[in-house]
């Protein structure tokens, strides 16, 4: 069973559109939940984090939105660029936990 | 400070071999996860370990796979008699504590002819 899912799986955006990615989760357990950078060849990257007493959290071009209510964060890309062209995850993990739970990823594509 | 080492990075084994994988993770870090990726997919948990003890292995296949974290020295994941399916790219990550951020190392991609 998947604990995180994430939507797009592919996403095709011009230079200096706004890519949103997606992820939805269960378990009201979770308390961290971090998005991973991976350019092709390399491994994941944090890029940011947002715990869920705040709604969202902001680090130079990047945005993260989340509603706890609804179970549900976002990754916000603004003023996006070519070299932003990568795969993208979402992760989620409780601090009583072992693990982190990952989103399938979205591969994204800015087109300058 | 050096981020998570994985060595090697590239490892061509044929079917029935060993494939030995290392990881160090960053100075300071007790707590090291493996993950595997396919092609086009996302990153599959396998095991999870601190020093000299298995947390969690509940990710990882019941035979031919293996891992351990010493006292001294690095993680290692073990994968005896490959097979084709095994050919992935194979991750490591570390965390200064359970549950903590995890940075990833560049990974290690076996192939298996």
């Known amino acids: 069973q998947q604990q995180v899912k994430q939507s797009p799986q592919s996403l095709i955006v011009q230079k200096g559109g706004i890519p949103i990615i997606n992820c939805a989760y269960e378990?009201?357990?979770?308390?961290?939940f971090p998005w991973y950078q991976q350019f092709p060849g390399k491994g994941p990257a944090l890029l940011i984090a947002i715990r869920p007493d705040v709604s969202e959290k902001k680090e130079g071009r990047f945005t993260i939105s989340f509603n706890k209510s609804a179970k549900q964060f976002s990754l916000h890309i603004m003023d996006s660029q070519p070299g932003d062209s990568a795969t993208y995850f979402c992760?989620?993990?409780?601090?009583?936990?072992?693990?982190?739970?990952f989103g399938t990823g979205t591969s994204l594509t800015v087109i300058p | 400070n050096a981020g998570v080492m994985q060595n090697p990075r590239h490892l061509v084994r044929r079917r029935g071999q060993e494939a030995r994988l290392r990881c160090s993770p960053m100075k300071g870090h007790s707590h090291v996860y493996w993950y595997r990726q396919l092609p086009e997919e996302g990153l599959k948990f396998m095991v999870y370990?601190?020093?000299?003890?298995?947390?969690?292995e509940s990710g990882m296949p019941k035979e031919r796979f293996s891992a351990e974290f010493p006292k001294e020295g690095p993680s290692i994941l073990r994968i005896q008699q490959v097979v084709r399916g095994d050919s992935a790219a194979y991750f490591c990550?570390?965390?200064?504590?359970?549950?903590?951020?995890?940075?990833f190392g560049p990974g290690t991609r076996l192939t298996v002819l």
């Open positions: 990550a570390s965390s200064p504590r359970g549950a903590g951020t995890q940075y």
């Open positions: 370990l601190q020093k000299e003890n298995i947390i969690d």
């Open positions: 992760a989620a993990t409780s601090n009583t936990g072992n693990q982190f739970y």
């Open positions: 378990n009201t357990a979770f308390d961290y």
